[in-house]
């Protein structure tokens, strides 16, 4: 089974830009004892496609990739098993051996991120783990995929900027994330959101982020 690399793009923040195109797309879920709403779209990151929810001021993204453990996205009706998206080697070896192709559609993959310090100074960060948690999805006749899960406990870790990237980036870094934060507002697909790479480095703190809750309406094109 082909996992990695499908990991490795679920965790990938660049993204294609589109226009920003109204739509009755809807997303809900309660972060910890927040309220998250916003209109999800589809996003694509090189071969993968998945679907995002993003809210600015903080910024905030909720992402969710659905399909086969060998990487190929499915949006069907049925029940996905929620899987870890760290793309570890323990994660990865974990699920080869407990995952059971009979019970599920396929599995499924989620991440939060939340800036907690602007301009996308500070990070956290929150990713699905193995275990027992499943998404439910229904795909209408109307075209309209829904998905619901009641609740889902992510990984936590906290993210900082590098005062050498603050340094040496100077102006031209700030510009660039005030650019990427406009972006995201103008066009709702998040752009540049992601704390790994880029200049963070991850804190030695790490907690949970409980997702409930959760209930997606996305009109699939």
Same mark, same amino acid.
């Given at each position: ?16 830009? =589109?226009? =920003? ?55 069907e009706t ?24 009979t019970k ?10 939340? &800036? ?5 100074? &500070? ?5 699905? =783990? ?65 704390? &790994? ?25």
């Amino acid at each position: 089974m082909k996992y990695a690399i499908f990991f490795f793009l679920l965790l990938c923040g660049s993204t294609e830009i =589109q226009a =920003q195109i109204e739509n009755d797309n809807t997303m809900s879920v309660m972060v910890d004892t927040a309220e998250f709403e916003t209109e999800p779209r589809r996003i694509r990151v090189g071969k993968a496609v998945y679907i995002t929810g993003n809210t600015i001021g903080p910024d905030k993204s909720l992402r969710i990739w659905m399909g086969t453990t060998d990487g190929r996205e499915v949006l069907e009706t049925g029940t996905y098993l929620i899987v870890d998206a760290s793309g570890s080697k323990a994660a990865n070896k974990h699920l080869k051996k407990t995952y059971d192709p009979t019970k599920y559609k396929g599995i499924a993959l989620i991440k939060y991120v939340e &800036e907690t310090k602007s301009p996308r100074m &500070e990070y956290h960060l929150g990713l699905s =783990q193995n275990g027992t948690e499943t998404l439910q999805a229904v795909m209408g006749d109307d075209g309209y995929l829904e998905l619901t899960f009641d609740e889902v406990v992510l990984a936590g870790s906290w993210w900082k900027e590098r005062a050498s990237a603050t340094i040496l980036g100077g102006v031209g870094r700030l510009t660039n994330k005030l650019e990427d934060k406009a972006m995201t507002k103008a066009t709702g697909y998040d752009q540049d959101i992601d704390p &790994e790479g880029w200049g963070y480095r991850q804190m030695k703190e790490t907690d949970t982020i409980v997702l409930k809750d959760g209930v997606v309406r996305l009109k699939i094109e």
